[in-house]
């Protein structure tokens, strides 16, 4: 049985996709058989952010339908031989996603994975609400910004009342906090929320923190997930969050400013 | 940051800290909102009908809400009467 998770945060262009995908790519770097799933049915991305765009040819609503098997339609990873993902369909509305359809697709997929991970659409319509529905854990991708922490918090809100989970009331979905983009410099500078705000609020415990930071750009330029450049900051604070959520407990890295050196204050590298 | 960033902040509030306040209040309100029944709002608008047949308010004079104590249910019905 696989666990299936759910990325998501409400808010568009906090880092879903970036972080769904570093995620998937961690966990599979630990041997677990990871498959990625794009909700995002019309605004696919996650196969560019992979860097497998090129080899898209059937996608989940062509599984739903009946017109490609799982196996036609799932990508697997030129890295890591764990690594799966099946991308959304470009030209399909979001109603080709059924509750029963996903549901199959899950469940098949769960026979032979140990990890789902569902990269949510923005917003809290049908898109969003398919990719939580079947949900066992939820990671809230929350930047330290009012308008996305507020967002987080009505998908929370959501997740609470209209899961799979809440609906059979069993076991609630586990939360997970995941605070990207973050800038402990502007934090000391009282000009950005600190993870302390960001969890007084929403009151879900932490998973990781992402620092803001240039290497989840020049990743996403090549379609490599930052999470393998293990010699930056933002990737190595991914690798740290999929050991929390594999059970590990690991210190926190970059969440304070580091003392800048004469030279690199003289470079004016901060990064 | 120089020595005067540092004479300029603590003359003005952070805004970070004015970020937490905002968020504080209407995450609690937004909470509220979700936990009421689906029938609340449109009750709202059907009660605001009524005083408005012999009172001139409008929509946010009223304010419905459902409160839980107990296993007893409490409806609150506040409206504000214009003088």
Redesign the interface.
């Known amino acids: 049985m696989a666990k299936i998770i759910v990325v998501t945060s409400g808010k568009g262009g906090v880092g879903k996709t970036t972080s769904s995908a570093a995620i998937g790519t961690g966990l599979a770097m630990n041997n677990k058989k990871t498959v990625i799933i794009d909700f995002d049915v019309g605004l696919r991305n996650l196969d560019l952010i992979m860097g497998c765009e090129r080899r898209v040819v059937y996608d989940f609503v062509n599984v739903i339908s009946g017109e490609a098997t799982l196996n036609q339609a799932l990508i697997k990873d030129k890295r890591l031989k764990n690594l799966f993902i099946l991308p959304a369909s470009q030209t399909r509305d979001k109603d080709a996603l059924t509750k029963k359809g996903v549901e199959k697709v899950l469940n098949d997929l769960s026979k032979d994975f140990d990890f789902i991970i569902c990269d949510s659409p923005a917003g809290i319509e049908k898109g969003a609400q398919m990719a939580l529905y079947f949900a066992d854990e939820a990671i809230v991708v929350t930047n330290p910004?009012?308008s996305s922490?507020?967002d987080s918090?009505?998908i929370l809100?959501i997740l609470q009342?209209k899961s799979r989970r809440a609906e059979n009331g069993g076991d609630p979905v586990v939360e997970h906090l995941l605070i990207t983009r973050y800038d402990p410099e502007r934090?000391i500078?009282?000009?950005?929320?600190?993870i302390s705000?960001v969890e007084?609020?929403l009151a879900i415990p932490l998973l990781g923190v992402i620092p803001e930071s240039e290497a989840v750009l020049k990743a996403s330029n090549q379609g490599t997930p930052v999470i393998l450049d293990e010699k930056t900051k933002a990737g190595l604070a991914y690798s740290d969050a999929v050991m929390r959520l594999l059970g590990s407990n690991v210190d926190y890295r970059f969440i304070t400013v580091e003392k800048k050196g004469f030279f690199k204050r003289m470079m004016g590298a901060g990064r | 940051m120089s020595i005067f960033d540092y004479f300029r902040k603590s003359k003005e509030k952070q805004t970070a800290s004015i970020a937490k306040e905002r968020l504080q209040i209407i995450v609690a309100h937004q909470r509220t909102a979700m936990n009421q029944p689906d029938y609340i709002p449109k009750m709202q608008q059907d009660i605001v009908k009524v005083i408005k047949k012999y009172v001139d308010i409008e929509k946010d004079q009223v304010n419905v809400q459902l409160d839980t104590v107990n296993n007893c249910s409490v409806l609150e019905l506040n409206v504000t009467l214009p003088q």
């Open positions: 910004e009012v922490v507020r918090d009505r809100g009342s934090v500078a009282g000009e950005m929320l600190s705000d007084d609020i």
